[in-house]
């Protein structure tokens, strides 16, 4: 009888129940009881998404009046309706402009780096080692992906560079390999490709590395101890990924079998993809690409228009249509935002949700697209980083305030030790809890 | 470099695709006798099939539609590839083996229906595409159409028979290889018109249709349709109708076709008369032969078994012999073995002289950037090497050899930062001449790297004076750099006998003349060397506006390896400040700056060759003003005054040593592969002494390098 009621749910028997959906707790389901009241006290570990969104907002129907808590919804942020007590949108950020490259060439691919001109590495640009690839250095140690690093870019043809479409760099001109391909991304997961390691490769490399530093000076030996300590690592996620898959034998979702037909579904799929990752633990940090940069292919905005629109056009088209039609496009990228936010808030963990544990972010690299401002940006951000953040409604920064201050807070929050990221000041004390 | 955990991955993965592409076994001979199963049937030594009964052959060409001018392309239907792509691509495809073109080079054949045209293609020709008509097929030249490549084209034999339909299939191909894509012209015809469709059909039972009103008459009317499969999918027929088209024949020519091959065939299971115990022998003995190649030095057995390991998991794992073969070779290739050059203490020494396989690698990797070769591995198992004059005539040797181009495409390039010459990136409004091409895509980037490689170059290959950097007599252009320098009258006759035209309209034609570079003679010494090239000159240039003090520091740095000190105090010069009436040309806004006490000291040294090379605009051309005033190019060195780049040079030149010691220690840096060090200075006032004597030539510094203390020693801490 005792037996009958320790045993953890079978995953079929939640398969069953759930369907399709995400929206499950059930990793903490599958632990058996001992372990679950273990899992109680131990606190859900943190985990960061950040989602990028192109060609910046329509000023007009974008920004809120009202600051605080009681702030108005103006027609671009309606969405946020429903979770209105769970974000803060902060305004009036600012980054400096690198001269010397495009004006929208490094919107995206410094959002998240925000290094001024002194920092720039990689001819002109400042891509230096972004936040979320920082983050993943920290939170991103026990589990089988570091960080995953997410577009939804499915143009072919390449009209614009890698600065228009990658906004994770793991350093100066090293962009993170971004997976575009939802069924890339799944097979990742999975471990169904597992790159070029495997056990017997990195034994053998291994061994010879040892043999090697038998016969080296000092000097060469920790430079070679570098190489020992990377074999290590990539033995470890090896077996970190193995582990995960043994516990992962069926998927909740069917597999994807390509890039879906329309918008939402593609951009709703990748959304439950890194959902599901955050579940498992096979990742803490995500970033996503909603839109590339300028890229001046029309795009199909199923449901919203009847025919493709030219999105960065449309920020240099003079006339109430255009802008309308930004308003629009806007208001489409809040509503999925809104509804990642609200599939966390709905997903479970320990004493409280997903959400609870993690910091949620979407934001542009520009502000008003017609003149390429970098100057008083609009970052939505929500989750409670496990207490360490708290919802503030509006907040708007007047004068010169960093971006890099925002993204100092939240690397400070997950534990980054440091007092400055790129040309930051100060942490947003506003939006501490 | 740091090796970081990711960048092992990466790099795994990387050898791992490398590794399993299909090409590798076709282009590696060494990989190839690696992993073929030994108890696989030998190849049939394959001869060209005999010709069936009836059955035309012809070699399949690179070049698709050469005289296809401006060409027109079927879009009606959807296009896949525009043709200049496919130019490329099918010329690449032929290559590399896989593709080509049938140029129906004959004057009258008559194909009859069902008998297939093989058109071979490979690299060794052995492979063959069968194109088989359905009905009677004539190759001719046609008076009243413009071929698009020599003097053959196809049509229908039987007169007004315009809808023709061929059968298209690999024969003799690679395991795996299939066919992907198939372009074809369909030729304009003198008074006649009309529209034509061309269909391709796919294996999948889809097809594709690509219409076009072929109404120009001969030569203009000539269009060209092309077709891809859908992914996995091969092409199986190609259908023309030309039944709206008027007269009694539809005219083609130039049919080009890429194949793909998604399997690397290292899973093909093979029959195999050995057994696994068998195999596993020689799988040992042929690790045993190649892990000391890709190693560089002899290895223990303990190593070579480890490698078998791999080899037997692999085996346990139900792979074939070629798999686990392919596997140690993955494993091989993330070893620290192959991707550092160790260098062990062999005893309480710290400086010990490196013994022969060591100097092997120190010297092929120097000249080549590549593994030694056999005979070096040769010498090293007699300890000849240990010989610096052997050692010296080996690297003589290596210097003749074409693999030596690494030299310049490794060396001069970081030497001259040529690889932040793509970085560089001069504003298009005001610099436009730098961009061309559709939608001004295309830049100047390339032409100006090449140049410089092939002044490198020609130092090397002709062992010339390396006083030739600094003011050669002559530089190298194509066209699009003989006009950006102005050299078109001095070029003349050059242009004469290559038979080059400056002028063309077709983008294509053009770009294909302007692969074509020569020497040009250079009366003027505005131009000749490095210095005043156009590469080096816009790599230290900013966008907008030249740079004195950047172009000065390259010079201290690159010419005569005396870097500038960092600047000791903050400064920042600040651009286009708004408020500023008066128009200051650049050179004055530095010297305001160089005037402050606290910045002269170093100025005095940077700035004189930045201002003699402010003749030189951001992009490298030649201008007579800068913000309206006239340019100022009269400075001092070394307490001479001078005015202009080639007073400059010429300065430069009657103090060779000064250059060339900057040059020696580049290039022993460069040999040795670290920072050299005070206790390395005798050596260079060596190879100095001795290379003055030989006027500076290049091989002479080559031999005194590798005879160096420095080359021959190592330090172990």
């Known amino acids: ?433 | 470099m740091n090796l970081s955990p990711l960048l092992l991955q990466k790099y795994l993965s990387t050898a791992r695709a490398v590794v399993t592409n299909p090409k590798l076994p076709q282009q590696s001979e060494v990989f190839r006798q690696l992993i073929t199963d030994p108890g696989a049937p030998p190849p049939t030594a394959k001869g060209l099939p005999p010709e069936a009964a009836g059955q035309f052959t012809f070699a399949a060409v690179q070049d698709f539609a050469p005289n296809l001018d401006l060409p027109q392309q079927a879009t009606r239907g959807g296009a896949v590839t525009v043709t200049y792509q496919f130019r490329f691509n099918v010329n690449t495809a032929a290559q590399e083996g896989n593709g080509g073109v049938w140029n129906a080079e004959q004057r009258n054949l008559i194909v009859t229906a069902g008998t297939p045209v093989r058109i071979n293609y490979g690299l060794t020709g052995q492979k063959a595409l069968l194109l088989t008509p359905q009905a009677d097929l004539w190759v001719a030249g046609f008076s009243t159409a413009e071929e698009t490549s020599g003097e053959g084209l196809f049509t229908n034999h039987e007169k007004l028979a315009k809808s023709l339909k061929f059968q298209l299939s690999l024969a003799d191909c690679d395991p795996g290889e299939s066919l992907t894509e198939v372009a074809v012209c369909v030729l304009g015809r003198r008074a006649e018109k009309g529209e034509v469709a061309v269909t391709a059909r796919f294996s999948d039972g889809t097809g594709h249709t690509l219409t076009h009103n072929v109404d120009g008459g001969e030569g203009a009317g000539n269009t060209f349709f092309a077709f891809r499969a859908p992914e996995g999918e091969r092409i199986v027929f190609l259908e023309i109708d030309g039944s709206k088209f008027s007269g009694n024949y539809v005219l083609m020519d130039d049919l080009g076709f890429i194949t793909t091959n998604n399997s690397s065939g290292l899973t093909t299971q093979v029959k195999s008369s050995m057994n696994d115990r068998q195999k596993r022998q020689v799988a040992l003995q042929r690790l045993a032969e190649f892990l000391p190649r890709l190693f560089r030095q002899p290895l223990n057995p303990q190593t070579i078994e480890r490698y078998l390991t791999v080899y037997d998991s692999q085996i346990a794992a139900k792979q074939t012999f070629a798999a686990a073969m392919a596997e140690t070779v993955i494993t091989a290739l993330a070893s620290p073995e192959f991707l550092y050059f160790p260098s062990p203490s062999t005893g309480p020494e710290s400086v010990r002289p490196l013994d022969g396989f060591e100097l092997a690698s120190r010297l092929a990797y120097f000249l080549w950037a590549a593994p030694p070769d056999e005979n070096l591995i040769a010498l090293a198992n007699q300890e000849a090497l240990a010989n610096p004059a052997k050692l010296a005539n080996e690297a003589g040797r290596l210097l003749k050899d074409v693999r030596i181009r690494e030299l310049a495409e490794s060396f001069a390039v970081q030497w001259l930062r040529l690889d932040q010459l793509y970085t560089a990136k001069p504003d298009p409004k005001l610099f436009s001449s730098f961009y061309f091409g559709q939608a001004g895509k295309r830049t100047l980037h390339g032409a100006y790297l090449v140049e410089a490689l092939l002044l490198f170059h020609t130092v090397v290959v002709e062992d010339r004076s390396i006083m030739d950097f600094v003011n050669a007599s002559y530089t190298w252009v194509n066209l699009r750099l003989m006009k950006h320098y102005g050299l078109t009258e001095v070029c003349a006759e050059q242009l004469k006998s290559l038979g080059l035209q400056p002028n063309l309209q077709d983008d294509l034609k053009a770009e294909k003349m302007n692969s074509v570079w020569w020497r040009a003679p250079l009366a003027d010494r505005t131009r000749g060397g490095f210095i005043t090239m156009a590469g080096p000159l816009t790599v230290t240039a900013l966008p907008t506006r030249t740079s004195p003090v950047k172009r000065g520091a390259w010079l201290l740095e690159t010419i005569f390896n005396r870097p500038p000190q960092e600047p000791k105090i903050a400064f920042v010069l600040k651009e286009d400040e708004p408020q500023r009436t008066d128009l200051l040309s650049v050179r004055q806004r530095f010297e305001e700056h160089r005037n402050q006490p606290s910045c002269y000291s170093c100025h005095i040294r940077l700035d004189p060759p930045g201002f003699a090379l402010e003749v030189f605009d951001p992009i490298g051309s030649v201008r007579k003003q800068d913000h309206h005033q006239s340019v100022d190019a009269h400075a001092e060195w070394n307490g001479e005054p001078f005015e202009g780049p080639a007073a400059f040079k010429a300065l430069l030149t009657q103090h060779p040593q000064e250059f060339a010691r900057g040059f020696i220690e580049h290039l022993l840096s460069y040999a040795i592969g670290r920072k050299l060090e005070i206790y390395d200075l005798p050596a260079v006032d060596e190879i100095l002494a001795s290379a003055q004597q030989a006027n500076w030539r290049f091989s002479v510094i080559v031999r005194g390098i590798v005879q160096s203390y420095p080359f021959r020693y190592t330090r172990t801490l």
């Open chain 1, 1 to 433: 009888m005792n037996i009958l009621r320790t045993q953890a749910i079978s995953r079929r028997t939640l398969l069953r129940g759930v369907g399709a959906s995400v929206a499950l707790p059930w990793l903490e389901a599958m632990l058996p009881r001992q372990v679950k009241a273990a899992a109680a006290l131990s606190r859900p570990p943190l985990r960061a998404a950040f989602i990028y969104t192109p060609n910046g907002y329509n000023q007009q129907t974008f920004l809120p009046t009202k600051v605080g808590r009681a702030f108005d919804l103006p027609p671009a942020l309606e969405p946020l309706a429903g979770i209105r007590d769970e974000v803060t949108v902060l305004t009036g950020l600012d980054r400096t402009f690198v001269g010397g490259t495009g004006v929208h060439a490094q919107c995206g691919a410094c959002w998240m780096s925000s290094s001024p001109p002194s920092e720039t590495l990689d001819g002109g640009f400042p891509t230096n080692t972004t936040l979320d690839q920082h983050l993943a250095k920290i939170l991103g140690n026990d589990t089988p992906l570091p960080s995953l690093e997410l577009s939804c870019n499915d143009f072919t043809d390449n009209k614009e560079t890698r600065y228009y479409e990658c906004i994770s760099w793991v350093g100066p001109g090293y962009a993170a390999n971004v997976e575009k391909n939802p069924r890339a991304v799944f097979d990742r997961l999975f471990g169904r490709s597992n790159g070029g390691a495997s056990k017997s490769v990195l034994d053998v490399i291994m061994a010879d590395a040892r043999a090697m530093q038998a016969r080296l000076g000092k000097t060469d030996q920790h430079k070679l101890a570098e190489y020992l300590d990377s074999v290590r690592e990539t033995e470890k996620r090896i077996e970190l990924a193995e582990k995960a898959t043994a516990r992962l034998k069926a998927p909740p979702f069917p597999i994807p079998t390509g890039i879906p037909e329309t918008r939402s579904e593609y951009l709703n799929l990748m959304a439950d993809l890194f959902l599901f990752a955050f579940q498992q633990d096979l990742t803490r940090v995500v970033s996503l690409v909603v839109d590339p940069e300028r890229w001046d292919s029309p795009r199909m905005f199923h449901g919203l228009f009847d025919k493709p629109q030219n999105h960065h056009v449309l920020t240099h088209t003079k006339g109430q249509e255009a802008r309308d039609a930004i308003t629009k496009i806007d208001r489409f990228h809040v509503e999925f935002y809104a509804s990642v936010v609200r599939k966390m808030k709905a997903i479970r963990e320990g004493n409280g949700t997903l959400l609870d544990s993690s910091m949620v972010v979407m934001g542009s690299g520009i502000s008003d697209g017609d003149q390429h401002k970098y100057s008083n940006l609009e970052v939505l951000l929500a989750g409670r980083a496990g207490g360490a953040l708290a919802p503030r409604g509006h907040v708007t920064y007047a004068g010169d305030r960093p971006l890099a201050d925002l993204w100092l807070t939240l690397a400070k929050t997950a534990g980054v030790k440091t007092n400055r990221f790129a040309d930051s000041s100060k942490p947003l004390a506003e939006i501490l809890a």
